[in-house]
């Protein structure tokens, strides 16, 4: 049997192929009762069934995934919930506080870039030596995330939330009690554990709230509350650790994290993953998940490298004043915030593309410090590229992985976020050996190299290959298919 592949709407047939028969596609059946179909983007295109078996085959830009049969319970079978666990209303109330739990607990993520220099004099220790709270943080997270991720897994997400958030709170009281180095370090550990468990389960715990084809703009506005901590978390954590003392924020931190427990446990609906709308990813490809984590790796060890010591690199580098510091990082997230804010328009319909704009910014921001760290006007305006880029790319690799996730949702995520951590410890402790050996002024250099092989990877994903290549492959699978039956 021969068969001939339709030309993608409004491309031209090659010359040979003018007098060929074409065998047309099927119409599209509609969807089983209780079936959800994958979201179809723009540049992940669902193009192909197969010519053997009549599975649904689907080259999202290069990549071949063939949709499972109904005995696989992955996304896009029968059995996945089309209803949302819970109504509108109750939902977006529950987004809204799970964004505020995400300010408090990026916050606390994030503190040492502004209170590194006011921690090091207190505590009588090096720059050098502060950043290890970034690092200890980084790694706690990373190794925590999977385990604890496969360990809550079939739990109410409900009440995972609200003990990871009293766990949090506890570890950020430490924080606010002690006067010593090894102490500060046992808090970042513990922060650090609850930071993994929380980001492991709210992403696809808020998305799993709302329809599948809004997981994009639900985890963007998630994603708001990490966002605002670049505005006002971080800018008032400096303020206030300069003016007062640096273990005020912490006390400010436990109290909020402790709050926002209870407000978790009175609004959020009972439901596990499996009851949620994405309980898995819904074009699930294990070859793309591990490129995205590649990606995810060089993306954060990237901005770690040089904004854990963004208080040295403008003050020492630059000749900013300490003073102007915190307006400095609330000018980068008043950018970041409205950034993430519009990029939930377009994360759905363009997730691949989404990805590249996000790392290509980042290039530009590191060529423009690399190039322009001595003056002050550069630097305002790469703190503000920053914010974009920043804010671009991690909603949009988040929903990018959670799409492509071969395993279940708060499983796929808590790789993710391990991989994220990893390329925070790296980066924060790869910019302590360049500040001590080289200086500051050499971070954006290191910082431009991995983002340009991030991006690579990026643009030589499927939806930047070659069209053809992808026909043929998807061909080569239908036929060994059909063979085999």
Same mark, same amino acid.
């Given at each position: ?24 596609? $099927? ?7 209780g ?18 078996? @009549?599975?649904?085959? +689907? ?8 949709? $499972?049969?109904?005995?696989?319970g ?11 666990p819970?109504?509108p209303g %109750? ?9 505020? &739990? ?11 870039? #502004?209170m ?21 943080? =980084? ?7 999977? $385990? ?14 609200? =003990? ?29 554990f ?10 696809? =715990? ?18 708001? #509350? @990490? ?11 400096? +303020? ?8 005020? $924020? ?7 994290g ?22 898995? #990813? ?20 990237? *901005? ?15 000749? +900013? ?11 980068? !997230? ?6 993430t ?7 759905? %319909?363009?997730?691949?593309k989404?990805?590249? *704009? ?25 703190? &503000? ?15 990018? =992985? ?14 993710? /976020? ?8 790296? @980066?924060?402790?790869? #910019?302590?050996?360049?500040v001590?050996?080289? !200086? ?11 983002? /340009? ?9 499927? !939806? ?10 998807? *061909? ?6 059909g063979?085999? !039956?």
């Amino acid at each position: 049997m021969k068969f001939t592949v339709r030309n993608r709407p409004g491309a031209q047939r090659p010359a040979s192929a003018m007098h060929e028969p074409v065998m047309h596609e $099927p119409a599209a059946l509609p969807p089983a009762a209780g079936e959800t179909l994958p979201v179809v983007a723009k540049d992940e295109q669902r193009a192909y069934a197969s010519p053997v078996s @009549g599975d649904a085959v +689907f080259v999202p830009e290069g990549d071949i995934i063939v949709r $499972p049969d109904a005995a696989s319970g992955k996304a896009g079978t029968p059995g996945t919930p089309l209803t949302p666990p819970v109504s509108p209303g %109750r939902a977006n109330a529950t987004l809204v506080a799970l964004a505020v &739990c995400a300010f408090l607990v990026v916050s606390n993520e994030i503190a040492p870039m #502004g209170m590194l220099p006011t921690m090091a004099a207190d505590l009588g220790r090096s720059e050098g030596q502060l950043g290890m709270t970034a690092t200890v943080f =980084a790694l706690a997270t990373m190794v925590a995330t999977l $385990p604890l991720a496969r360990l809550t897994t079939h739990m109410i997400r409900r009440w995972v939330i609200v =003990a990871t958030m009293a766990f949090w709170s506890l570890g950020a009281l430490v924080a606010a009690v002690t006067h010593s180095y090894e102490a500060l370090l046992a808090s970042r550990v513990l922060t650090g554990f609850g930071h993994a468990l929380f980001w492991a389960v709210v992403t696809p =715990a808020a998305a799993g709230m709302f329809p599948a084809a809004q997981r994009g703009k639900s985890v963007a506005r998630l994603l708001l #509350g @990490g966002s605002a901590a670049g505005v006002i978390g971080l800018p008032a954590e400096t +303020f206030l650790a300069q003016q007062v003392s640096w273990h005020t $924020p912490f006390w400010i931190l436990a109290a909020g994290g402790a709050i926002m427990a209870v407000a978790i446990a009175i609004l959020m609906p009972s439901f596990r993953t499996q009851q949620s709308t994405v309980p898995r #990813g819904d074009v699930p490809s294990l070859s793309r998940f591990m490129r995205i984590l590649v990606v995810t790796v060089l993306m954060t060890w990237s *901005l770690s490298m040089t904004w854990t010591f963004f208080a040295a690199l403008f003050t020492d580098v630059t000749g +900013f004043a300490d003073g102007t510091i915190p307006i400095l990082l609330f000018v980068g !997230g008043v950018v970041g915030v409205f950034a993430t804010w519009m990029v939930a328009r377009y994360v759905d %319909r363009w997730p691949v593309k989404s990805v590249a *704009l996000g790392q290509a910014l980042l290039l530009l921001l590191w060529v423009g410090l690399s190039l322009g760290v001595h003056s002050k006007v550069v630097v305002v305006a790469m703190i &503000c590229l920053e914010g974009l880029a920043w804010s671009v790319t991690v909603v949009s690799m988040v929903n990018w =992985a959670l799409r492509h996730t071969p395993w279940t949702s708060d499983i796929g995520n808590g790789a993710y /976020a391990s991989v994220f951590n990893l390329g925070n410890a790296l @980066g924060s402790r790869l #910019g302590a050996v360049i500040v001590g050996v080289w !200086g500051a002024r050499w971070l954006p250099v290191g910082s431009l190299g991995l983002t /340009a092989m991030a991006l690579m990877l990026v643009l030589t994903v499927g !939806g930047f290959a070659s069209r053809e290549g992808a026909v043929r492959r998807v *061909l080569t699978v239908a036929m060994r298919k059909g063979n085999a !039956g």
